[in-house]
């Protein structure tokens, strides 16, 4: 009986934490991607995190992570031993999905993307669309049979809200919120409609998209990520919002990959 893995999810901006007890998640942290830290900085902060949580390293079991920042990659698995006393699982070529990977290049796909869709696939069923809103948006498809048949890219709205104030002399910065109309009466709420209204019917169309090349009108749509909560208040198009799918992927592979490993 597994008694506690951690899960760790490096992304762009942030790197995820967190800790199960067999299937229940008992914590949840996040710390700030920086790729200037040391392994020490990382690790004293992680066993800070977990020791908020009650959580000791002789407590793990397992850990498993998953990064789409290569310059973090050896910093992260040397942390993890050094602090924590395991080598992780990394999420990657040659581990076990239960899914069949149907892309040009497959080593390309992200770790988050991966994680997401076995997650949504495992419990919520196929055909599915997963959505992850982070510092890129990304929409993938499963299908039924459990293949995943690709997605798309875009950049997410934090990024998209500072190019446009970055490139453009007299627009301000603006807080990520819904304006009440797409009749902006001045600056600030023109951009807002235009960000936060556009995004909305960018991504409505491309889960139309998918779901028409797809041939599957049923396909369930799953999202997480920091936007996924506020985008879903405004549109009919996302069925499920799952702020743990990425986390809860990374324990469906780790129990995987377990599980192979017991038979051997």
Same mark, same amino acid.
Request: aromatic residues 0%; proline residues 4%; charged residues 35%.
């Given at each position: 009986m597994l008694n506690m893995l951690l899960v760790i999810d490096v992304g762009n901006t942030n790197i995820k934490i967190g800790a199960f007890r067999g299937t229940t998640m008992v914590g949840k942290w996040r710390l700030a991607t920086d790729t200037n830290r040391t392994s020490d900085e990382y690790g004293i902060a992680t066993v800070d995190v977990l020791r908020t %949580? %009650?959580?000791?390293?002789?407590?793990?079991? %397992?850990?498993?992570?998953?990064?789409?920042v290569p310059r973090l990659n050896f910093t992260m698995q040397h942390m993890l031993q050094d602090y924590l006393g395991k080598k992780p699982v990394v999420v990657g070529v040659g581990i076990k999905t239960g899914l069949n990977i149907r892309l040009d290049n497959?080593?390309?796909l992200g770790g988050d993307m991966i994680c997401?869709?076995?997650s949504a696939f495992r419990r919520y069923g196929g055909p599915c669309i997963t959505m992850d809103f982070g510092t890129a948006t990304t929409l993938c498809f499963t299908g039924r049979d459990a293949t995943f048949q690709g997605g798309c890219i875009l950049p997410g709205l934090k990024v998209s809200a500072d190019a446009l104030s970055g490139k453009a002399a007299e627009l301000p910065s603006v807080a990520?919120?819904?304006p009440d109309t797409v009749l902006g009466k001045n600056t600030i709420t023109s951009m807002q409609a235009g960000l936060l209204y556009g995004y909305i019917g960018q991504i409505e169309y491309l889960i139309r998209k998918m779901k028409a090349e797809a041939n599957a009108p049923d396909a369930k749509v799953i999202a997480t990520g920091g936007m996924a909560q506020v985008i879903a208040g405004y549109s009919d198009a996302i069925d499920i919002v799952d702020p743990s799918l990425t986390l809860e992927g990374l324990r469906l592979i780790y129990e995987m990959n377990k599980k192979e490993s017991d038979k051997q």
């Open positions: %949580g %009650g959580i000791e390293k002789e407590d793990l079991d %397992g850990i498993i992570l998953s990064s789409v497959p080593r390309e997401d869709a076995v990520l919120e819904v």
